[in-house]
């Protein structure tokens, strides 16, 4: 099992990080939460340190994560708080208007550059400081959207895949020197993000079970995990429909 017993979560106030921190706290976890609204993260670290023992470390400090220039300095500032990073979470994102980037090159490279751009500059900086000491974990929230390229939501899908085929190369290079680089992609989940969408039916999970199976993955060093495990089935039958029957449905 690998440890996460000091652990830097980047996009912590999501609906999903927030659930994450709260069960690795429960696991007796140091945390250190990076996130953009002040409010927000001021709200979960006092909830995490009502939660944390006395030994438990619960820190953090806002930042806008599309801002490249600070991410070399939030790493420094989680080592020196934590005495030490045994584990990354990547968590932060955005789920665009389609139409709106279709009609907006740079609504579309704004959203880019949050979904894969920022979280591939905190991967290579992680990757290297966990490369150099031989272990750890390294995670990153992406999602099933991209698996395959879809009218409803490609701009999203594309900036999912770049990520996801990142964390590939990542994991093949990172391997043999002992760090996981663990992928992973959710289905639907019941967040704020997804307010907009008709949330019936089995295919919808709520934030604290993708949550407990993020935990799972990132102790186990599981390299790719779908959540809920399901997706993984649905996602293997859309990537291979044939093109001709595929380009004619709206998915």
Known sequence: M???QRTVIFGATSSIAQ???RQLVAKGASLYCVGRNPDK????????KVRASDAQIIAGEVADLNDHHR???LFRAAEIALGGIDAVLIAHGSLPDQKACEGSVAITLREMETNAISPISLLTIAG?????R?????AAISSVAGDRGRQSNYVYGAAKGMLTLFMQGLRNRLTNAGVAVVTIKPGFVDTPMTAAFDKGGMLWAKPEI??????????KGKGEVYIPGFWRLIMLVIR???SAIFNRMRL
């Open 240 to 242: 291979h429909i044939p």
């Open 41 to 48: 993260l001021n709200a979960l670290l006092a909830d995490l």
């Open 19 to 21: 659930a994450v921190a």
């Open 210 to 219: 993708v949550a407990r199976g993020i935990v799972s993955a990132m102790e």
């Open 2 to 4: 690998k440890t996460l």
């Open 128 to 132: 290297s400081q966990m490369a150099d």
């Open 134 to 138: 031989r272990a750890g974990v390294i």
């Open 71 to 73: 991410h070399e300095g």
